[in-house]
Every structure is written in structure tokens, then in C-alpha cells.
């Protein structure tokens, strides 16, 4: 067989293969990048709550949330909240303190939102928590 007219007659299977593979190796390029977007909040929200964590266990609960505040600067803040608890109810010096920081999900891809809306109707959160004894009291 001749090599022209072999790629002449295949000429169209390419862009066939094409379309119809592209679409869903875009929509896999575009999930990678939603959960790594996902991962990075995670790991941010979990450090602001470390941040929390210190300062309360050292200073007060106002001085705490400044902490979480600034250290959640990289991100998002649409639905931030901060808890900050006392087993037992109130501060004592030795006792722990635990900080939680939370964020619902956020995905910015529309085909993926569409996906996971579908999947899940539940607001997924995010929720970094941290642990420490108080210093002072």
C-alpha cells in the first residue's frame, strides 16, 4: 500500500480522536487543579488555626482570632469562622485550648461546581483544628 493513500484515507480519524478524547482530558487538567486548590485552603486553614492555637494559649481570645485572621490572608475568606473553646468552660492556666478554623468549598470551575453540586448538595467544609495548653492565665 502506497503511503499517501493511506494517509488519505485516514485523513479525518485524528480530529475525530481528538474531539472526542480532549474534552475529557481538559476536564481531568481542571479537576487536578480544583483539589490542589482545595489542598493548598486546607493546609493554610490548618496553620491558621496552629497560629490560633499559640496565641490564645499566651494571650486572649481577641488576639487569637487576629492571628487566624492574618494567617488566612492567602486565601478566601467568604464564610471564614473561627471557634475558639475551653474544655471544661473556662481558661485556666495548664488546661488546653483548641482552636477550629472552617470554609466551605469553594470551586471556581464551572463544569467541575456543576459535578460536585450534583454529587454532593451538602456545602462541604473545610477544617483546620489545633490544640494547646494555656500559659498564661
Request: avoid cysteine; charge should be neutral.
Given at each position: 500500500?502506497?503511503?499517501?493513500r493511506y494517509l488519505k484515507?485516514?485523513?479525518?480519524?485524528?480530529?475525530?480522536?481528538?474531539?472526542?478524547v480532549l474534552p475529557v482530558?481538559?476536564?481531568?487538567?481542571?479537576?487536578?487543579?480544583?483539589?490542589?486548590?482545595?489542598?493548598?485552603?486546607?493546609?493554610?486553614?490548618?496553620?491558621a488555626a496552629r497560629e490560633?492555637?499559640?496565641?490564645?494559649?499566651?494571650?486572649?481570645?481577641?488576639?487569637?482570632?487576629?492571628?487566624?485572621?492574618?494567617?488566612?490572608?492567602?486565601?478566601?475568606?467568604?464564610?471564614?469562622?473561627?471557634?475558639?473553646?475551653?474544655?471544661?468552660?473556662?481558661?485556666?492556666?495548664?488546661?488546653?485550648?483548641?482552636?477550629?478554623?472552617?470554609?466551605?468549598?469553594?470551586?471556581?470551575?464551572?463544569?467541575?461546581?456543576?459535578?460536585?453540586?450534583?454529587?454532593?448538595?451538602?456545602?462541604?467544609?473545610?477544617?483546620?483544628?489545633?490544640?494547646?495548653?494555656?500559659?498564661?492565665?
Open positions: 500500500m502506497n503511503i499517501t484515507q485516514n485523513r479525518g480519524q485524528a480530529i475525530v480522536e481528538t474531539a472526542l482530558i481538559v476536564l481531568l487538567l481542571f479537576a487536578i487543579l480544583e483539589l490542589g486548590q482545595v489542598i493548598n485552603e486546607y493546609l493554610v486553614l490548618t496553620a490560633g492555637a499559640r496565641t490564645a494559649a499566651v494571650s486572649d481570645d481577641t488576639a487569637a482570632r487576629a492571628a487566624v485572621d492574618d494567617a488566612v490572608a492567602g486565601i478566601s475568606k467568604n464564610g471564614l469562622t473561627v471557634k475558639i473553646e475551653y474544655p471544661g468552660g473556662k481558661r485556666e492556666q495548664g488546661k488546653p485550648v483548641i482552636v477550629t478554623v472552617s470554609k466551605p468549598i469553594e470551586v471556581t470551575t464551572p463544569m467541575i461546581r456543576e459535578i460536585i453540586d450534583r454529587a454532593f448538595p451538602v456545602t462541604a467544609l473545610i477544617t483546620g483544628r489545633s490544640v494547646m495548653r494555656v500559659e498564661l492565665p
